[in-house]
């Protein structure tokens, strides 16, 4: 049951965001439902976000299917890998040379992630999970660079915003590296990150 709960909440995140990269349905909708399609779009990801986790949850408590066994010194690097994916995904909105050298932080972050995971998680949910992301992030990506090719994306790297904000990148984004293994990892997801 919770592996198709887990299926479903990534069908609807998913299929969401890849109905972005289709901009011409996408300029459809929005001339149609206006401020709503906002409305919608995040309400449909939220709604997506619990199924996701409630799939996955229930799925850990009552179904677990390994498929392989990653050596152990696999989480450490994805222990590291997550500090790269933290900062990145706040550069995305702290423009800086982050952002301008990266191009999409956003993604890039994502993709580290459900990467990290990937070389730590040997069971069929998780390699449902992080695959279905990862595999995500690299088609957004790919869809973003034809956009780009086409002249519907400006490129940033040439507009100079200083240091500042990568430096708040940086700063902010090992605290919650922190918090997250610290705190959010081991309490909402049930497993240590950290002194393992």
């Keep these: 049951m919770g592996l198709a709960v887990l299926i479903a909440g990534l069908v609807v995140f998913l299929g969401a965001h890849t109905f972005v990269t289709a901009r011409k349905a996408r300029d459809a909708a929005i001339k149609a439902l206006g401020k709503f399609y906002w409305l919608i779009f995040a309400l449909v990801s939220v709604?997506?976000?619990?199924?996701?986790?409630?799939?996955?949850?229930?799925?850990?408590?009552?179904?677990?299917?390994?498929?392989?066994?990653?050596?152990?010194?696999?989480r450490h690097i994805t222990i590291g890998l997550m500090l790269f994916s933290v900062i990145l995904v706040l550069a995305a909105y702290?423009?800086?040379?982050?952002?301008?050298?990266?191009?999409h932080p956003m993604l890039a972050g994502v993709k580290i992630w459900a990467f990290a995971h990937l070389l730590s998680n040997g069971d069929l949910g998780s390699i449902l999970l992080f695959g279905?992301?990862?595999?995500?992030?690299?088609?957004?990506?790919?869809?973003?660079?034809?956009?780009?090719?086409?002249?519907?994306?400006?490129?940033?790297?040439?507009?100079?915003?200083?240091?500042?904000?990568?430096?708040?990148?940086?700063?902010?984004?090992?605290?919650?590296?922190?918090?997250?293994?610290?705190?959010?990892?081991?309490?909402?997801?049930?497993?240590?990150?950290?002194?393992?």
Aim: proline share 5%; hydrophobic share 55%.
């Design 47 to 74: 709604a997506a976000v619990v199924l996701i986790a409630w799939g996955f949850g229930r799925y850990r408590a009552t179904g677990w299917i390994d498929v392989w066994y990653p050596p152990h010194f696999m």
């Design 94 to 103: 702290l423009p800086g040379h982050i952002k301008a050298w990266t191009k």
């Design 132 to 196: 279905s992301f990862l595999a995500w992030g690299i088609y957004a990506r790919i869809a973003v660079k034809k956009r780009a090719a086409a002249g519907e994306i400006t490129n940033i790297r040439n507009v100079d915003r200083g240091w500042t904000n990568d430096a708040v990148a940086v700063v902010l984004g090992i605290f919650i590296y922190l918090a997250l293994g610290y705190t959010f990892h081991p309490v909402m997801i049930g497993v240590p990150v950290f002194g393992v």
